[in-house]
């Protein structure tokens, strides 16, 4: 997924699986999205159906993308808009990222998603 590896591998974003995501983590990942995507809105959350992980929605012109961590479960992110690229998945500690193509002529199409379910039935 080349939006992830300029994302966060260039920028060398890595969290510690042992310790809980902390508001200065959210912090890094954000700059590092504004430098590499120019996002126009994002949403950070803990969504129903996450078990305590750490979505962050990132909207930009012509983009959505879904980051999502969780620090001790295996995980999926998704994001679905024009395109449906399919999830990302990842290992406890380590960011799921999922990119779709912007839908902007129906905007309620562009949608992200998480789940720990997901990793043990696709990944």
Known sequence: NDIKNN????????LDVNWPITGDDIGKLLAAVNEEARPTGYSIGTPDGCEG?????????GQIHAFYYHATLGHTATAEGKTKPGRDCAEPGEWAHSAAMRDKHIPLKNKTFCSVNNYYKYC
């Open 53 to 61: 992980g750490t979505l962050v929605s990132v909207m930009t012109d």
């Open 7 to 14: 994302i966060l591998r260039r920028r060398g974003f890595t």
